[in-house]
């Protein structure tokens, strides 16, 4: 008999980042405020050194790509590729990483003169990773050198494969490697490379590293073709995949992206420009990439073919690109469906089966979709705060394929493998991973998945927690101040938002919107300025009185005007 039902967390416990700092924070002058100054050591700028290069990074201080292990090898075959004109292909993954790590390869590749096909696995025949019967067609092709993005690093058997069709295989990835690696002519991974002074790339951030030492090595052979083409073009393509697959916006990515989301911002691909159409995103931010474009062009390998969004990203062509955007935003208001019934399903099924005491949830399903379950294992975390394994179940094949995600202290790919004796195949990282198993290794798997979380994870650690940067009055929470944040944009994982705490506020005209959102004006002493808090209908009524806020400050743009306004993560009554 189960001790108690498993629930969702509504109340989440409040901490600062840190009650303490060092004292070059708050020295004047410099780049940034005191305010911005503690802002940046609570996202681990150690010195004003640090805290200055985070700031003025410029493209000119992106390290050398030929510190990467196997560059050198990699970058010797594709010139001899160009200069002798062979057939080359790149193989992508099917999420908007691997689509855009592909594209960018491809615009790359085709613009120093290569002759280059790609190939996007179906995410329901092929599954993740190389594919063996790809290899074959790209040799029986009369492809010569094959590069991968995004995917690879675990492919030992079609690695194999590749030696034995006669094909060079380069390997570029950002996937955590195995301690044996593929027999290719090249691995390209910065989790191979500790003197490359940044590991969280993304897959597109690899290959862009991998486009940089290209164009280097033909320059100084006298091989670009004229004009020559400008490779920072391809930076809206590296913003893109870097924000949607959620790696660390520090360092060299944040850089990359913030150069991209600029040239995003400014136009000139059709097919972004198409799909920011379809998604009504009007202003480029980081958050509008996770929220509006990635899940439009996710969609297209989720539930069809992630060739269109390469398509889309490739084309110059108005008229196609408004076709392809068209289709792929229709493709998402499927998966929106699927996914709010897998939700709900999954929902259902954790009420009836799961102890309040389990520190995981595994659930498999014969009735879920593969492509939408890494988005409903998410939401499932946020709600209930703990690792959670959604596996869709084919009756057919006899396996199920996975999709899992995790809290803070828990790390996803190192807990597969302590179960990997249950799995026929897994890889990822820290927060994210897929796996494949067999229908009667399920019950074993989440046995010893639960057992590794027992050990793992302590109570404190399933407590979930809103973690905010600093404690500020209304009156402080102005346009000057807003204009400062923005230094540290974009932002993202490992560089949150500033997150701020405002106590004692009391909410006035209080309105409303729709079922599950509120507006109102928050007062405190003289000050007073709107708000948004999204999706508090169930805590609605609770919104008296005077309470604490924890609140970003945002520019809300409507009808041509830009005000200042508070975008409400949680609030509580007043302590």
């Known amino acids: 008999m189960r001790q108690s039902v498993m629930k969702p967390h509504l109340q989440r416990v409040w901490n600062p980042r840190t009650e303490t700092f060092p004292s070059w924070v708050d020295q004047s002058g410099g780049l940034f405020s005191a305010l911005i100054a503690r802002l940046l050591f609570l996202r681990g700028m150690e010195t004003r050194q640090q805290a200055e290069s985070f700031v003025g990074a410029r493209l000119k201080d992106l390290p050398d790509p030929f510190l990467l292990r196997g560059m050198e090898s990699a970058v010797e075959r594709l010139v001899r590729a160009i200069r002798s004109g062979e057939q080359i292909a790149v193989h992508g993954d099917y999420d908007v990483d691997g689509i855009s790590a592909t594209a960018l390869l491809c615009q790359a590749l085709r613009g120093f003169g290569a002759q280059v096909q790609y190939h ?43 030696r034995t069709l006669q094909l060079d295989l380069i390997i570029t990835d950002h996937h955590q490697p195995p301690q044996q690696l593929p027999d290719a002519l090249a691995c390209v991974n910065p989790w191979l490379s500790p003197d490359f002074p940044f590991q969280p790339l993304a897959g597109v951030g690899v290959a862009f590293m991998l486009v940089i030492g290209l164009n280097s090595r033909l320059r100084r052979e006298g091989l670009l073709p004229q004009p020559v083409p400008d490779i920072r073009c391809l930076l809206d393509l590296v913003a893109l995949g870097t924000v949607a697959d959620l790696v660390s916006l520090t360092g060299v990515n944040r850089l990359l992206v913030r150069v991209g989301l600029e040239l995003m911002q400014q136009g000139g691909r059709p097919g972004l420009e198409c799909l920011r159409q379809v998604a009504q995103m009007e202003e480029v931010s980081s958050s509008g990439v996770g929220f509006k474009l990635a899940p439009r062009l996710n969609a297209a390998g989720r539930l069809q073919d992630g060739a269109s969004g390469v398509e889309l990203l490739l084309t110059a062509d108005p008229g196609q690109a ?159 101040l807003y204009r400062q944040l923005q230094q540290l944009a974009p932002f993202g994982m490992d560089n949150p938002e500033p997150l701020f705490l405002i106590r004692r506020v009391r909410p006035q005209q209080l309105k409303q919107v729709g079922q599950q959102h509120a507006r109102f004006m928050a007062a405190q002493n003289n000050g007073c300025l709107p708000c948004i808090a999204f999706g508090v209908g169930e805590r609605f009524s609770q919104l008296t009185g005077e309470v604490d806020l924890l609140a970003h400050l945002t520019l809300n743009r409507w009808q041509g005007r830009e005000t200042l306004q508070l975008q409400i993560r949680d609030f509580r009554c007043a302590e």
């Not at 025949?125 to 995917?151: F, K, M, N, P």
Request: aromatic content about 6%; some cysteine; proline content about 2%.
């Open 120 to 162: 996007i696995p179906l995410r329901m025949r092929d599954g993740y990773g190389l594919s063996a019967e790809a290899l074959r067609q790209a040799a029986a092709a009369g492809t010569a050198v094959v590069v991968s993005v995004d995917c690879g690093i675990s492919a030992h058997e079609e690695a194999a494969l590749a």
């Open 322 to 480: 408004r076709r392809i955007a068209k289709e792929l935003d229709d493709w998402n208001q499927q998966r929106r469906q699927i996914e709010r019934e897998t939700f709900e399903q999954a929902l259902e099924r954790i009420s009836a089966e799961l102890d309040g005491q389990q520190r995981t949830i595994v659930l498999a399903d014969e009735r879920w979709h593969a492509g939408v379950i890494g988005i409903v294992a998410s939401r499932l975390v946020e709600q209930f705060h703990r690792p959670v394994v959604l596996v869709a179940l084919d009756s057919e094949t006899g396996q199920g394929k996975g999709s899992a995600r995790s809290i803070r202290g828990f790390h996803l790919y190192d807990a597969l493998c302590g179960c990997g004796g249950h799995l026929l195949a897994y890889g990822g990282h820290a927060c994210a991973a897929g796996l494949t198993l067999a229908i009667d290794q399920v019950t074993a798997f989440a046995q010893a998945f639960e057992s590794l979380a027992g050990e793992r994870l302590t109570p404190e650690q399933l407590q979930p927690q809103r973690r905010y940067d600093l404690e500020v009055g209304l009156e402080q929470l102005d346009e000057n």
